[in-house]
């Protein structure tokens, strides 16, 4: 099964700082890949599919990149409720298998 | 409104049984293939099961497969997940949530893309 790494496992930075958090695929996905955002006690949001496509309604300081096995979730300039963790997760077959998670915090 | 309305969950000891509800609203269910997620405490979220738009195509987690069924009733406009033989690592919050489809010719299924509509979750203790 394909693997899917996340870095970092945490992060802290100031409201306005550019984030980005990476997404390695353990083997080619093409551009199978979306990105969730989860606040604590809420349910998951997709904020990005087909690795670059921004959801509907979604802010426009998030944006995504990569193809194959290279994906980055960019947050221009981060927001006090921008504070959640973030999943990728890989859908060009099952499993359907998601990152470990990027808990984002504020500094 | 688009909405998912999960309910089923509650205490079962190592071993037993228990079956999830799915409730759709705000759409058509029979128009979309359907997952389950899961999150443990303190864990991350986990795949957990797929059932395709039209009769055919189910995938499961390996950590499931031979122990879960997911099932659907239109007619309802439900979704279900049998859970049997039930272990404590399958303590979590079970959330119900619609993927886009794409139909794959080549092996002659459909597919489920991103997750774009979730539930709010029930929770499943696994507990003696």
């Known amino acids: 099964d394909i693997q899917m790494t996340q870095s970092p496992s945490s992060l802290s930075a100031s409201v306005g700082d550019r984030v980005t958090i990476t997404c390695r695929a353990s083997q080619g996905i093409s551009n199978y890949l979306a990105w969730y955002q989860h606040k604590q006690g809420k349910v998951p949001k997709l904020l990005i599919y087909?690795?670059?496509t921004l959801q509907s309604g979604v802010p426009s300081r998030f944006s995504g990149s990569g193809s194959g096995t290279d994906f980055t979730l960019t947050i221009s300039s981060l927001q006090p409720e921008d504070v959640a963790t973030y999943y990728c997760?890989?859908?060009?077959?099952?499993?359907?298998?998601f990152g470990q998670g990027t808990k984002l915090e504020i500094k | 409104e688009v909405q998912l309305v999960e309910s089923g969950g509650g205490l079962v000891q190592p071993g037993g049984s228990l079956r999830l509800s799915c409730a759709a609203s705000g759409f058509t269910l029979s128009s979309y293939g359907m997952n389950w997620v899961r999150q443990a405490p303190g864990k991350g979220l986990e795949w957990v099961s797929y059932?395709?738009?039209?009769?055919?195509?189910?995938d499961y987690a390996d950590s499931v497969e031979g122990r879960f069924t997911i099932s659907r009733d239109n007619a309802k406009n439900s979704l279900y997940l049998q859970m049997n033989s039930l272990r404590a690592e399958d303590t979590a919050v079970y959330y119900c949530a619609r993927p886009q489809e794409y139909y794959d010719y080549v092996w002659g299924r459909y597919r489920p893309l991103h997750m774009d509509v979730w539930g709010k979750g029930t929770t499943v203790t696994v507990s003696s």
């Open positions: 997760q890989k859908y060009n077959s099952a499993p359907l298998t």
């Open positions: 059932i395709s738009s039209s009769v055919g195509t189910i």
């Open positions: 087909a690795a670059s």
